[in-house]
């Protein structure tokens, strides 16, 4: 299975030579149609990588034929010229399918502040349309890593079509989007006006509530393409819940994926006023760098959680917080609870539970620990 | 020159055995008076440690004879257990010196969530408050380390006053004050309405714009008390300057003491609409984990920098910003500047200037690298 198992659909990945490395970094979707339904959603940092502006303004009009997507440069931070760049590399694409620019998404992950090589990039398009094809799916998955030690797919049969769907993301993976290019095919019948909010539905349950390290990229970019080619048509409901499933099953091989970390750690916060105090109280104890090195040394050190906690405005006393860890319920009212010997944390997965006793809200958080090797992939490579 | 070299003031340090490793871990400040004029400002935190609830509580009346402090135990999240036990710490002290606990405040440091040993505290009261003397200044500045690798004293003498202080703290260090303890000592004659802003004002200034590692403590406590013992009334301006200049110097001597930190970062924001959206800026820098893995590795990488002003509210239009580090402008006006090769970051000090271009407020944060060491200290030991 793979973003091609969907009918209609062609793609592949190539080795253009952006990566120094040589390793594949050009990947191409196309959506053979009949119908060209597009959905994007996209980071919400506001200093945004010029593919990320292309595309925003290709989406538009909720359609689209075909993502170009590069490795081995974010074309972040590049100015009016890096924008150039990115429309000059949809242009490419169009012009050898004889569509028009404005129905081709571009899509770019790497070192942010530096320039793409287009010559390389010029002279790789043709072979890359030429090459897509139904049986491309999983070249392309591979072509958009980066320091991502596996390619990541993830798909849905339902009943007459299929949703399947590959992503890329290691690092600076937060909030309003891991860090992450994600591309989504589904060969259903959808109008644009559901496929929309079913996406941003998708990804808030999902890819929103993955805090690996608290750094939001400049690149983030989600699309969905829905080509109709089984002549299936799913309601709402049914689409939302595939491409929720999609959505969450990709967000976890990110997390089990992110660079030097040694647990995957589930933060859920009970009990709140809100299910946006829920999320902020999660976020907050998940970007809690002492809580995270406590976690990789298998501390249950709740003292941690707490303070973390006590930074956040959502509604809570003090004396009513409950906090356990693998089930071991190691705070109860604020103080001490069972030993802190029983909880044992010396496997992948961690539990955290929060109760804040402030009401009938829960949301749960996703990140990792932090570890020697975060620090050496983050400080001995530029990225 | 320590707390005692104003004149007014009596301290010691001694081991209680709090700590395993048997170092000193009790110390006591005296104020001799005549006056006894105090002011103290608290972590933000709201989950605040017992001896944070009882100093706030005793300092309700700007008035206080004596502080007694214990590193080996936060005796935070303890509960109405841990608070008992603090107030009784209190009483310790105050029946030794025949006066009432309202006018002895308690700070502790050290992990959370475990009772302190009441036993050894009671047994070393005694002693602690007989030794205490002018020549135990010193003596107490070691008795307040936790993981500190140096005691933390600074001084300013002035025209006939003199004032004093000494701080604790190396990790936990942030917002709305570095988690510390910090007692400040003077001989001026200085009412308690004089007193109270000064301290606000030297706080906010310098250990509320220190950000070692974005983590928020329990305990963060700063006293000061005036003895009078001098009889210089230096007016409010000369106080809070020579306030503000302990503050700095012991501030910064946090910073350089930050666990595992290999870089002492300054991150100053210009052109900013505001002072506060300056502050949010540079705080927000500060507490991106991939922009001080960079600086660790010595990697000018200015595109993590903007990334991380990216997700801030502060006014800004990304195509304005400038980045300089150590002076060499890598970024202008959000593209690519002068080559990051310029850069050299092999020092312990590193610059980082940012220019918003939204306006003329300025506001500077200091900060540290993310290191393994960091990560070894927090993962390896509970604090």
Redesign the interface.
Known sequence: MSITTPRGFAATGVAAGLKSSGRPDLALVRNLGPDFAAAGVFTS????AAPVLWTERVLADSRLQAVILNSGG?N????P??FADTHRTAELVATELGIGAIDVAVCSTG?????LDMAAIEAAVPDLVANADQSGGADAAVAIMTTDTVSKQADVTADGWSISGMAKGA??LAPGLATMLVVITTDAVVQPATLRPALAEACRLTFDRLDS??????NDTVIVMASGASGSRPDPTELTAALTTVCDDLALQLLADAEGAAHNITITVRGAASEQEAVDVGRTIA????FK??I??Q?P????V???????DAA?E??Q?DVSFNGVA??V????GEPRELVDLSGREVQVDVDLHAGGHTATIRTND???D???E??????
Do not use: H, Q
Request: aromatic share 10%; glycine share 16%; net charge positive.
């Open positions: 940092n506001r200093v945004k974010a972040a931070c590049t100015g010229a890096g070192l942010i502040g530096t320039r690092g600076m390290d608290g750094c939001m990229s400049t970007r809690n760098n002492l090195c406590a990789f040394g501390d050190n709740w003292g941690r707490l303070a973390a906690i006590g930074t956040t809570f003090p004396d917080l190691v705070c009212g604020g103080a001490i932090l570890t020697y975060y620090v050496k983050n400080a001995e490579y530029s990225s």
